[in-house]
């Protein structure tokens, strides 16, 4: 007898494109700096979060390459077993003395980060507190830990407080992401952690979007606040600002070791391929040696928030080259997103019943890909944007 085929899932997939929830994925057929081609039709793309340009620098690229040549594609295996070429360590270490911290452990990327964090350090009788906000790997693992755990309100630190209060006894949480990539806002960082020492709770801060953008030598929202040696647990990416792929959890030596004898994602998957962590490697150096690409990002950022506010766009509590735009309404949402398609202009946009009814927005991300006529071509487009949403009424009940 064949399969029985899933009518119960062609149901919901038909539920998902009805309702508008459908996440489109479109094949980027070529990349050249910020222009990018789908479909055969060139884009000017502000999706991508390789802030700094390291995706596609020269010297990270032959890193690789280099790596690949010398050694093989693959490891073929966990790190217990092939898995741990001399890059591996290598990324760890120079990861550990960028942050300043005593030790970190690589994995597979942010998600697994994340998913192989909690439910290592937490189990029954642990409490998490975490910002509604925070990314969906930090959810899921809270959801894995089997602690209890409960999602406040974003950025209601009295809230947290309470929960970590009305905790029993037990190991405590407070988990935040450092900038909130649905608003491009800054976690209130000083507030959480003073909040959680109040309760004996340790912080755990996930700066993915972060890491390598924010703070004098780009050790991300901590540094920015001064905070860095009240954190406990530092989550991040090489994703974003790293241009690469991999996540990574730092801090005290003891924390790192527990999670590689504790952490199932970090011991139960194949190592990633060793051109990865070369070029990881490489992309740590250039982001150390050269702090200018942070200096010219955030020029870049200053003068683009003027623009876009001088527009008359709302920008909400955006802090840096993640930049969130609202428009209200699904409509006006909709509306401003045709408007930037029209002009060959590809952003993210967030439409209800993706974001609450009257929190629709788009979000732009940034990078030193952009050149001068590309930002002035990002002016003219969000000027038609906010005309096409003006003209489906005016953005009243704007929910932030
Ligand atoms: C992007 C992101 C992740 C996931 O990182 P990947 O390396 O892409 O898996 C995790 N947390 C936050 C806050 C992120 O923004």
Redesign the pocket.
């Known amino acids: 007898m064949a399969a029985r085929g899933w009518p119960e899932l062609e149901a919901a997939l038909e539920r998902i494109r009805r309702e508008g929830a459908w996440h489109e994925q479109p094949v980027v057929e070529r990349i050249d700096g910020a222009r990018l081609v789908v479909d055969g039709r060139e884009w000017l793309s502000f999706r991508s979060?390789d802030y700094l340009g390291l995706g596609q620098d020269a010297e990270v690229r032959r890193a690789a390459a280099a790596a690949v040549s010398g050694y093989a594609w693959s490891t073929s295996a966990a790190r217990g077993l092939t898995g741990n070429s001399p890059w591996h360590r290598e990324l760890e270490a120079a990861l550990a003395r960028f942050l300043g911290s005593e030790d970190a452990a690589i994995f597979?990327?942010?998600?697994?980060?994340?998913v192989g964090l909690l439910p290592a350090l937490t189990g029954p009788g642990s409490f998490v507190a975490i910002d509604e906000a925070?990314?969906?790997?930090?959810r899921e693992a809270c959801k894995l830990s089997g602690a209890a755990w409960a999602a406040y309100p974003h950025g209601d630190v009295a809230v947290m407080e309470r929960l970590l209060a009305g905790a029993a006894g037990g190991d405590r949480y407070a988990v935040t992401?450092?900038?909130?990539?649905s608003g491009g806002d800054l976690s209130p960082l000083p507030d959480v952690v003073r909040a959680a020492r109040r309760h004996g709770a340790r912080v755990l801060l996930?700066?993915?979007?972060g890491f390598g953008v924010y703070g004098e030598e780009g050790r991300g929202v901590a540094e920015h606040f001064g905070l860095e040696a009240e954190i406990d647990v530092r989550?991040g990416?090489?994703?974003?600002a790293g241009g690469g792929?991999?996540?990574f959890v730092a801090g005290a030596r003891p924390l790192v070791e527990f999670l590689r004898q504790r952490s199932l994602p970090y011991l139960y998957t194949a190592a990633l391929p060793p051109a990865v962590r070369a070029a990881g490697v490489a992309a740590l150096a250039v982001l150390a040696r050269e702090p200018e690409r942070r200096r010219r990002l955030w020029e870049t950022t200053r003068v683009v928030h003027e623009r876009l506010r001088a527009l008359g766009l709302d920008l909400g509590r955006t802090a840096g080259p993640l930049v969130v735009v609202w428009f209200g309404s699904a409509t006006r949402t909709r509306a401003a997103a045709a408007a930037l398609e029209r002009a060959g202009v590809q952003v993210l946009a967030m439409a209800p019943p993706a974001v609450p009814e009257g929190a629709g927005r788009l979000r732009l991300a940034l990078t030193l890909h952009h050149r001068l006529e590309d930002l002035e071509r990002l002016y003219a487009a969000m000027a038609e944007a906010k005309a096409a949403a003006d003209g489906e009424g005016n953005g009243e009940g704007a929910g932030r």
């Open positions: 979060n597979t990327g942010g998600y697994f980060a994340n925070c990314h969906a790997s930090t992401d450092g900038v909130f990539a996930d700066d993915a979007h989550v990416t090489l994703s974003k792929v991999g996540g």
